[in-house]
Every structure is written in structure tokens, then in C-alpha cells.
């Protein structure tokens, strides 16, 4: 068996299914232009890393899909409906964490909220916090406050909270910006390894180029002034991800230069 037989995906033939579309989206924040006539469709349990310089519109799109802003023309789509409001399987994942879990309620207290939110019966919560904290590394960690953790078990424990919602779509905002490096690696490979289990659709917003070609199944260039999907990346790297024979892989190298070159021309 080849290389090519070896790594290929097992959906080859399968009709994938559009789960996410913006059609014609043009969007004016203050008198500014943030978004203009933007299409693009992502496909369910996809992983979508979106990339651009400041201002070209990135958390703007990651605001209308989990419905917290509103295009002034064209749509976004879910599942083939308007996006109108806030969906409970739409969970969002902030870069600042300390900011997005309340600080007076434990680990196991800050996940229970997502369930309450639910209305998942007292009884059944116990056990579905145990499991959410097992998978982040954190059930030793339950009954700890936010301000006795770290930038990396805060991360965690916001994830494992977006988890308890049971989401279809995974929406992450720079999640990993502020963490060391050997944090912000281990907490990729956790992600990678939900959302392969989950099967969630993930639409994830970085800065950070070689952190998008090893996350993502394809990455969005965008132009600012007006913002516009300008280039779209295939990423066509073997799945499980590893973080060092990944980024040594050939494709990952040319990928990389690809979207060095993407940036660099914008200015050029």
C-alpha cells in the first residue's frame, strides 16, 4: 500500500454536508467597512483555521456564525437557516479565559453552569463534570478556584465548559494567543483530539500561521479594507497530527512559505 492509500480519508466518496455558509455578507461596524461581499461554506465536522492581519474582519465572522452580530446584507447559514441568535449548540472559546469564567465558582462549579444552562437534571451533572474534567487533565483540579489555576488549566477548563454543551460547532477566538509554547502545543493536540472524537465543526481564529496549517483541514486568508476571503489553503497533512514529524512534513513546509507569502504580498 502507498503513502497516498495510507493516509487518505475515509470519506472519499461520501457527499460532505454543508453545515455553515455566508452568502454575500457585507457588514459596516461604525461607519467602517469590516466585511464585504464574503462567501464561503464550511462542511460539517470540518476544522477551519482563518488567518489575516488586524482588522481584516476574523472575530467579525465568528461573531455571525454564533449569532451575536448581524450582517446588513446577505446571510449566514445554519444547517440551511438563518443565523438569528445564539444556538446552544454553538459554543464559543475566548482568548481570554480569565475574563470568560466567573471566579467565584470552583472548576467543577464553572463547567455545572453550561448544564444548568441546559436544564440537564441536578442528578445527572455529577458524572457528566467528572467525565469533562478527566478528558481536560483537570479532575484533580475540581474544587479549585480559577486564580489558583494556571493560563493552561484555566484554557482547559473553559474548553471542558464550550464541552458540556454537547456543541455541534466550536467556535475559538485566538484561544491559544496568550499561552507559553509548550502549553499552546499540548492544548492543540487536546482540541485535535476532541474534536476527532466529537466530530464538531470547528472555526478556529489565529494569528499564528504554522499553528493554523497544523490544526486545520483548510486555512482562510483574508484582506482587510474592506475584509474578504481573498485565498483558501487545502491542507492535505496525515491525520493524527504529530507536533514534530507534522511540521517536518514537506507539505507542511510549503504551506507555510504559501502563507508567508500571502502576508507578505499584501503589503509588498
Not at 19 to 33: E, N
Not at 52 to 81: E, P
Not at 160 to 171: D, F, G, K, T, Y
Request: aromatic letters at 6%.
Amino acid at each position: 500500500m502507498n503513502t497516498l492509500e495510507m493516509t487518505a480519508p475515509a470519506t472519499i466518496g461520501v457527499q460532505a454536508k454543508t453545515l455553515i455558509s455566508f452568502r454575500d455578507i457585507s457588514l459596516k461596524l461604525g461607519g467602517h467597512q469590516i466585511l464585504q461581499n464574503v462567501n464561503l461554506d464550511i462542511e460539517e465536522g470540518e476544522f477551519v483555521c482563518v488567518v489575516g492581519h488586524s482588522g481584516c474582519g476574523k472575530t467579525t465572522m465568528l461573531r455571525l456564525i454564533a449569532g451575536l452580530l448581524h450582517a446588513q446584507s446577505g446571510q449566514v447559514l445554519y444547517d440551511g437557516n438563518p443565523v438569528t441568535e445564539p444556538r446552544q449548540d454553538i459554543a464559543i472559546v475566548f482568548q481570554d479565559y480569565s475574563n470568560a469564567l466567573l471566579p467565584w465558582r470552583t472548576a467543577a462549579g464553572n463547567v455545572a453552569l453550561a448544564l444548568e444552562a441546559g436544564a440537564m437534571p441536578k442528578a445527572q451533572r455529577a458524572g457528566r463534570i467528572q467525565d469533562l474534567l478527566h478528558k481536560m487533565g483537570l479532575e484533580s483540579h475540581a474544587d479549585k478556584y480559577p486564580r489558583q489555576m494556571s493560563g493552561g488549566m484555566q484554557q482547559r477548563l473553559q474548553i471542558a465548559r464550550c464541552l458540556a454543551q454537547r456543541p455541534s460547532v466550536l467556535l475559538m477566538d485566538e484561544p491559544f494567543g496568550a499561552l507559553d509554547a509548550m502549553t499552546r502545543q499540548a492544548l492543540q493536540d487536546e482540541v485535535l483530539a476532541i474534536t476527532a472524537t466529537t466530530k464538531a465543526t470547528v472555526f478556529f481564529v489565529t494569528h499564528d500561521l504554522e499553528e493554523a496549517i497544523y490544526l486545520g483541514d483548510r486555512v482562510i486568508g483574508l484582506r482587510a479594507n474592506p475584509g474578504r476571503v481573498a485565498e483558501i489553503f487545502d491542507v492535505r497533512l496525515p491525520k493524527p497530527r504529530n507536533q514534530l514529524t507534522s511540521r517536518e512534513d514537506p507539505e507542511f513546509v510549503r504551506l507555510r512559505r504559501a502563507l508567508f507569502d500571502f502576508f507578505t504580498q499584501e503589503h509588498a
